[in-house]
């Protein structure tokens, strides 16, 4: 018996990931290898292409018995995407050269499948919608803190995605906490300069935290430990990423807001400051409105991409 399935990739700007999707939004075990962002477009593609084969020479589902046969590949892609022609029409030094590149068109013609390309947090909060933490929601804010700052509008199921394929680019918003600090698009006072994990790595070492921090997770684990310096970066990260937060409920009135990512996920305290600081901010008729954690965790773009290429197999762009 076969099943008809599908693959989800996640792009992201530390490593790429990819599973097989079911139908019903199941994902299976995930494979992935560093992104090889600073070696150019051409090595992303191959890394993504390398993942999809490697996923189609084992296409036995061992839990049903079945073989899996795929119909469509969904990828989620640091950047802006023009989601009706898979190709990137924004990105940030962190991708050197993305912008322009034909993703959809490339990998259609490299794996012979129908390809969806969209946004990683647009994909990480359709996944959420899909079957996540917003499965039923009418409405829902999906934020995302990992090497970068985002969210996304999801409606009836669907991510909005801007006149300009822009929606959702929070990391971009100007934050009063973060003036004077450089954002990874170049420009100085933005939300991703301060919230990020690679910001608060970077903010920790420009305060005069310990040299020997290596990262977010080392920066984390310095505040667990006493280190003030730590503790003040990482409260200023979660304050800053509050308060964008409840700017954006008071402008969209979501019935649902579910924050994931790598380093959303990684602490209670710093979650513990970013909700009180939202719940602070909020006028009285917004104020019970659900914050969630993710449900998916690191699945959660390749769930959601997976569920766009759903859509295109099915009769929906995007």
């Not at 959702?168 to 009063?176: D, L, N, S, T, V």
């Not at 773009?301 to 995007?318: D, E, F, K, T």
């Amino acid at each position: 018996m076969t099943a008809d399935m599908l693959i989800g990739v996640d792009i992201g700007g530390t490593k790429t990931a990819a599973a097989w999707v079911s139908q019903e939004g199941r994902v299976g075990p995930v494979v992935s290898t560093p992104t090889p962002a600073a070696d150019g477009p051409n090595a992303v593609l191959e890394t993504v292409v390398s993942l999809v084969q490697s996923l189609l020479g084992d296409p036995s589902d061992r839990e049903e018995g079945r073989k899996r046969h795929a119909v469509a590949l969904g990828v989620g892609t640091a950047g802006l995407v023009d989601v009706t022609t898979g190709v990137v029409v924004g990105a940030n030094d962190t991708f050197p050269g993305w912008v322009g590149t034909p993703v959809g068109e490339v990998l259609a013609n490299r794996l012979r499948l129908p390809v969806h390309v969209e946004n990683d947090v647009d994909a990480h909060a359709a996944g959420e919608a899909w079957v996540g933490a917003a499965a039923g929601a009418s409405s829902a804010l999906v934020v995302a803190v990992g090497t970068g700052v985002g969210c996304s509008l999801v409606l009836g199921g669907k991510p909005l995605r801007g006149a300009h394929s822009g929606a959702g680019e929070i990391g971009h918003m100007p934050c009063a906490l973060a003036a004077g600090l450089m954002c990874p698009c170049g420009r100085p006072g933005h939300l991703e300069a301060l919230a990020s994990g690679p910001a608060v790595h970077r903010e920790y070492l420009r305060r005069g935290g310990n040299p020997e921090s290596q990262d977010a997770p080392s920066v984390l684990a310095q505040m667990r430990n006493g280190d003030a310096i730590a503790s003040g970066v990482v409260r200023d990260a979660a304050v800053a990423l509050g308060q964008a937060v409840a700017g954006l409920i008071t402008a969209l009135d979501p019935q649902i807001v579910v924050v994931g990512g790598g380093f959303a996920l990684a602490d209670e305290t710093w979650w513990g400051w970013l909700e009180e600081e939202l719940r602070r901010q909020l006028i009285a008729p917004l104020a019970t409105v659900p914050i969630r954690r993710s449900e998916l965790g690191g699945a959660a773009p390749i769930v959601g991409a997976a569920a766009g290429a759903r859509r295109l197999v099915n009769g929906g762009q995007g």
